[in-house]
């Protein structure tokens, strides 16, 4: 499987962006797709995920500013960002984990895309 993210960039403080990530290749089904992110001296944590059945899950620090959604069909998820802080600043990674085969379940990792928010 893999991942093609695309967005990013410089925004100033209030803005927005939109992060996307398509996924190919060998697809048997998805589990969940997702964006987690890293700062300099940071570890990687998670930002949102939303499984196949749109559930999804968001860090304390973006809910109400960010919204994670999906296209099954084209597997896609997309990452809208509103209100960006300076602290949102960080190298963003799309992550899809399901099925590449019926019995292949692992976590597969895009290039990471890098979100500068200047205050």
């Known amino acids: 499987v893999q991942l093609q993210a695309s967005g990013g960039g410089l925004v100033q403080a209030g803005g927005s962006l939109r992060l996307s990530c398509a996924a190919s290749?060998?697809?048997?089904?998805?589990?969940?797709m997702g964006w987690y992110r890293q700062a300099p001296g940071n570890e990687r944590e998670l930002v949102a995920t939303i499984t196949s059945g749109g559930s999804t899950n968001y860090a304390d620090s973006v809910k109400g500013r960010f919204t994670i959604s999906r296209d099954n069909a084209l597997n896609t998820a997309v990452l809208q960002m509103n209100g960006l802080k300076p602290e949102d600043t960080a190298v963003y990674y799309c992550?899809?984990?399901?099925?590449?085969?019926?019995?292949?379940?692992?976590?597969?990792w895009g290039q990471g895309t890098q979100v500068t928010v200047s205050s």
């Open positions: 290749g060998s697809i048997f089904s998805m589990n969940a």
């Open positions: 992550n899809w984990d399901g099925y590449s085969d019926p019995w292949s379940l692992r976590a597969y």
